[in-house]
């Protein structure tokens, strides 16, 4: 499978739980101590699974060897590794009674000296952690992948705060966001695919759905979404974020603004969840622009100073859960190429 992809010209990933096991499965047979429980109880099934003891170093060293086996076998450019039950019975049978205090301290020394490992053998890995959706979103995590999933919540209403919380501490390039199916899975809620796609370009973009099954007016934005991603991501990436408005606080809109270093160029992320009568516009402030420069907007050209003391009157759009994206760009100067 994995050539067949790399000769569509994508590239492989596989998603997997490396720290869950299953009863019928022959490590447990074989080694029934290797997994987490309280000395004299049933461990506690959840999902169908039990969680291995990572706290014995033996069953660290043979997770390893069976991820190494699985991302030798073939061309494998990306791994999600998911941890989807609580840790219900934090006890080892490998540690003392009176050193039992020490396991959930070792169980995640473990977790990071895999990934670790894995960073250190497979330097071209793209990595992507996740834990029920983004309960492993913190900076231990994000020392050893670039970017965690954020929530199994996509609706692209319910991301507009999930990711504003995020966005407070994390860069928009460890964010995981996808566009998802509707109606939602978590909401039942229906929203363009177009401002779902522009919700997403605030993360790491990308498509969590079977495109096959989409409406046709939907699946032929696909590749303009794609592209527009791929002309700003450098800029989603690295430049200065700043938030301009919270749905979170006025429960009618959002928005977000990227300026690059250079303050040359910024993306603003307008998203109107609930339209209201008799207000043709908004007036956005913008953030840090240079003051002296002049910016061309839709061909209209405005200082800096003004963008951000007066603001950028946006003309809002008919309906509810829609998404703009509006480019800020420097004027060229005479004899300046764009």
């Not at 959840?46 to 291995?52: G, P, S």
């Not at 978590?186 to 990308?206: E, H, L, S, Y």
């Not at 009618?252 to 993306?267: G, N």
Request: glycine share 8%.
């Amino acid at each position: 499978m994995s050539d067949e992809i790399h000769e569509l010209g994508l590239k492989f990933g596989i998603w997997f739980e490396p720290e869950m096991i299953s009863t019928d499965s022959e490590l447990y047979g074989q080694h029934p101590d290797w997994v987490l429980h309280t000395k004299g109880r049933t461990p506690s099934l959840c999902r169908n699974q039990l969680v291995l003891d990572l706290s014995r170093p033996e069953v660290v060293d043979y997770i390893y060897d069976r991820l190494k086996d699985i991302l030798t076998s073939a061309k494998i450019e990306y791994v999600k590794w998911d941890m989807n039950r609580p840790i219900t019975d934090m006890g080892s049978a490998y540690l003392p009674a009176d050193r039992q205090g020490e396991v959930s301290h070792r169980y995640m020394l473990a977790v990071y000296e895999l990934q670790a490992r894995l960073n250190r053998d497979f330097p071209g890995l793209l990595l992507e952690n996740c834990s029920g959706g983004g309960a492993r979103f913190d900076p231990g995590m994000l020392y050893y992948s670039p970017q965690i999933w954020c929530s199994d919540d996509t609706d692209g209403v319910e991301r507009l705060s999930i990711q504003e919380g995020t966005q407070l501490l994390y860069p928009l390039s460890a964010i995981g966001a996808h566009v998802s199916d509707c109606p939602n899975h978590a909401t039942g809620r229906n929203t363009p695919f177009d401002t779902r796609a522009k919700v997403a370009m605030a993360g790491t973009f990308g498509y969590e759905l079977d495109i096959t099954e989409i409406p046709e007016a939907d699946r032929k934005e696909i590749s303009s979404q794609i592209a527009l991603y791929k002309k700003y991501g450098s800029l989603i990436r690295e430049g200065d974020y700043y938030r301009l408005a919270s749905y979170r606080e006025n429960h009618l809109y959002d928005c977000i603004e990227v300026v690059s270093k250079d303050k040359k160029t910024a993306l603003l992320t307008y998203v109107q969840v609930l339209a209201e009568p008799n207000m043709p516009s908004r007036r956005i402030l913008l953030q840090g622009l240079d003051a002296d420069k002049v910016y061309v907007i839709d061909e209209k050209e405005y200082r800096g100073d003004m963008l951000m003391y007066g603001g950028l009157l946006l003309k809002r759009p008919w309906g509810d859960f829609r998404a703009q994206i509006i480019e800020i760009r420097e004027k060229e100067q005479k004899g300046e190429k764009g």
